[in-house]
């Protein structure tokens, strides 16, 4: 191989030095400039390491290839032990002032006030290189900016959790990570040992609900609600305080995959959240959500319409306490480098800013030690908060010294309080500052809940009261696929025990497909509904940053193709061609082929004219499996025999055929698509 002679190349250096850099958020790159040891010692060469004769062993005076292989070695930090693996984007937070009168935080204060923000969603079994469309629960993590300091809504796509108390949560997460003989099955919770765990703390009958419901799918990150789970205490100008809950609410509505698409994703596509977050942010389609709060009274026992505002296992109806909106967030530029930004970030529940107040759950108490405590081992010591992605917008003036990477160079020599060395400096802020409301705590010191947290199945029944027959469907399917996946008979039997505390149909149901008994139960018979919990779609929604696929060969009718790839432009969707070749066809680009192609990219599919004589079996399949999965279906023209050779019907609810391009046909994709399934073909049989 030849050697590098960059003299011949001679690029401008460019970047800041490391001078230049020091107290900035950049660094020197390899986006130009020549390249040099970490110590800025200029190279010229970094393919051969520096050996006694060409033949001869390496020699251990080569700094390069120590410093080079050194780094290397320990460019791997650990893992998050929870939601290893997600992905992350940056935004703008605005604020609709709505929220003065119940807290004071400033960010939420002023109407159209921008705060910045970085979100990190993710899964929470996996580790960080697993799927994305695994079945499980959602992280959902705000880092606001503000201007009073850093707020973080560390939440979950779920308003339930699966515990009452945070002492737990090492059991719960033993239990879904996987076995620890074999260590499978990864980023799952369809496995022995989580259905063991849950169907012995029935306090996890709720969450389990909605996380075999199609929360546990979603379509995409862009299209998940966000709830903060906890209830927290909002305190106002004049003192006041108010309880509240948070929630996210995707502008693009709230939808789902479906089972068979999730698992299609799991192999073909392990990173389809991802791509799907930062291609919608790189074509201008921004993610959107209005962040919104249920407003509780704060009264003495903390319980609202008998609902124990401390325990996060019960969520309050919308219809009981409305969600009102008090700002939106923008999700517009993705990370320039995702170990700094994403994997270094790092979230606390107790990053709060005046007017924000954690309760008295005894989930929140406990997350209060471990985000601190785990940041230590996960980014290496007390110092994270130095680096870029986690440094405060509002100054910061503490007087934490020293420890493992201190990048701060401190001035002065009385790093305490009071002083008289440093002038007194900094002073405290009386006026300002982050007081909690003084409340009055009393009790016994005993390790026991309260009795208000007993009632572990009546919102379990509710949540199943709240689903349309559709998403019934779906949740008894997830509870058989995952009990299905279980060996211990043992463990089967009584999650059906618990199963039938919520719903006999259900019940019966699941205990059919396992070809179990189904127990008796008692479900609470006033459980009620709560419609707000229903994904399901009525009226055709926006559409951006959703795809269609078109099938086309070298004749088709690439006029028509133009026409709908305009339209479904000007609703911030896009197209793209799918043929037997790659490059082009016409002026079109042929961006998959069968070869690459798989339907779950897609939220429709359509056949172009000429596209009907077809017969590569993978286009069929690609069909078969938009037609199961119940999206939208075009074909014009000809393309209309290859839906037939696909034993698709013409007919058929959500398939679109016509004779030749229309307007007609056009308008009709989009509003099927804003509908997301054509959920009257279920269940598809194709
Ligand atoms: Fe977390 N959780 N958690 N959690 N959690 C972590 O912090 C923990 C809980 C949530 O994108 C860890 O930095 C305990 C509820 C999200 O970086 C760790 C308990 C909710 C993320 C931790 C809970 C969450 C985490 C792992 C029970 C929803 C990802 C790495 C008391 C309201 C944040 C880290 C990101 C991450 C502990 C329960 C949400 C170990 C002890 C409830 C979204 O500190």
Redesign the pocket.
């Known amino acids: 191989m030849a050697k590098q002679k960059p003299d011949q190349a001679a690029p401008e250096p460019v970047g800041p030095s490391g001078a230049e850099a020091a107290g900035t958020t950049e660094w020197r790159s390899q986006t130009g400039g020549y390249l040099t040891t970490a110590q800025g010692t200029r190279l010229p060469d970094t393919d051969h390491s520096l050996k006694a004769g060409p033949r001869g062993p390496l020699l251990m005076e080569d700094f390069h290839f120590r410093e080079k292989i050194t780094h290397f070695d320990h460019e791997r930090i650990p893992e998050?032990?929870?939601?290893?693996r997600?992905t992350?984007a940056h935004g703008v937070f605005r604020s609709y002032g709505t929220a003065a009168t119940a807290t004071r935080a400033g960010f939420l204060a002023q109407k159209d006030k921008e705060t910045p923000v970085f979100v990190?969603?993710?899964t929470?079994l996996g580790s960080r290189g697993s799927a994305d469309t695994v079945r499980d629960?959602?992280?959902?993590?705000v880092k606001f900016y503000t201007d009073e300091g850093t707020f973080d809504l560390?939440?979950?796509n779920m308003p339930v959790?699966f515990?009452q108390?945070?002492?737990?949560?090492?059991d719960v997460i033993h239990a879904g990570k996987p076995h620890p003989d074999r260590e499978i099955p990864q980023a799952q919770s369809a496995h022995d040992t989580f259905w063991d765990f849950v169907s012995l703390h029935t306090e996890t009958t709720h969450m389990l609900m909605w996380a075999m419901s199609d929360r546990g799918i979603p379509r995409s990150y862009r299209t998940m609600e966000g709830?903060?789970?906890?209830t927290f205490r909002l305190v106002a100008p004049n003192g006041d305080t108010t309880l509240a809950k948070f929630h996210w609410k995707p502008v693009a509505g709230i939808h789902s995959l479906v089972w068979e698409e999730a698992q299609i994703a799991a192999g073909a596509d392990p990173d389809f959240h991802r791509r799907d977050l930062a291609d919608a942010i790189e074509n201008g389609a921004f993610p959107e959500w209005e962040l919104g709060v249920q407003l509780l009274p704060d009264t003495e026992d903390q319980l609202f319409e008998g609902i124990d505002l401390l325990d996060?296992t019960k969520i309050v109806p919308e219809e009981l306490a409305p969600v009102q909106p008090i700002g939106r967030l923008t999700l517009d530029r993705n990370p320039t480098n995702f170990f700094a930004e994403t994997e270094q970030?790092?979230?606390?529940?107790g990053h709060l800013v005046p007017g924000i107040e954690i309760t008295d759950d005894?989930?929140?108490?406990?997350?209060m030690?471990?985000?601190l405590?785990?940041?230590l081992s996960?980014l290496g010591g007390p110092n994270f908060g130095q680096l870029p992605i986690n440094r405060p917008h509002a100054p910061v003036n503490d007087l934490l010294r020293d420890g493992m990477h201190q990048t701060a160079v401190h001035t002065g020599v009385a790093p305490y309080l009071p002083n008289s060395l440093d002038g007194g400096e900094p002073a405290v802020d009386h006026e300002n500052g982050y007081v909690n409301v003084p409340r009055m705590v009393e009790g016994a010191k005993v390790r026991e809940n309260p009795v208000s947290f007993d009632d572990h199945y009546t919102q379990a029944t509710l949540f199943w009261n709240s689903m349309t027959p559709v998403e019934r469907a779906h949740l008894a399917d997830a509870f058989t696929f995952e009990l299905g996946k279980c060996y211990e008979q043992a463990v089967k039997e009584r999650m059906l025990t618990r199963l039938a505390e919520v719903d006999a149909e259900l019940c019966a149901t699941v205990a059919a497909g396992l070809g179990l008994p189904a127990p008796s139960g008692s479900p609470a018979a006033d459980a009620g509904a709560s419609p707000a919990l229903s994904q399901l779609v009525t009226e055709p929604g926006p559409i951006l940053g959703r795809l269609v696929g078109v099938i086309a060969t070298d004749d088709a009718d690439l006029t028509g193709i133009a026409k709908l790839r305009k339209e479904l432009e000007k609703e911030g969707a896009l197209l793209k061609v799918i043929a037997s070749h790659g490059g082009t066809i016409g002026e079109e680009i042929v961006e998959r082929t069968f070869l690459t192609v798989r339907s779950i990219e897609f939220d429709a599919v359509a056949v172009a004219d000429g596209a009907g004589s077809v017969s590569d079996p993978r286009a069929l399949l690609l069909l078969q499996e938009a037609y199961r999965h119940c999206k939208a279906i075009v074909a014009w023209g000809d393309g209309g025999d290859l839906l037939t050779a696909a034993g698709i019907a013409a007919d058929a609810p959500g398939v679109l055929v016509d004779d030749k391009a229309s307007a007609a046909q056009r308008k009709a994709l989009i509003e099927a698509m804003g509908l997301h399934r054509a959920w009257d073909r279920f269940p598809a049989q194709a």
């Open positions: 998050r032990v929870v939601h290893a997600g992350g990190r969603f993710s929470v629960v959602r992280g959902f993590a560390v939440g979950n959790f515990i108390d945070g002492i737990k949560f090492p709830f903060g789970v906890h996060p970030i790092a979230f606390h529940v005894p989930l929140i108490q406990a997350r030690f471990s985000y405590d785990t940041q996960r």
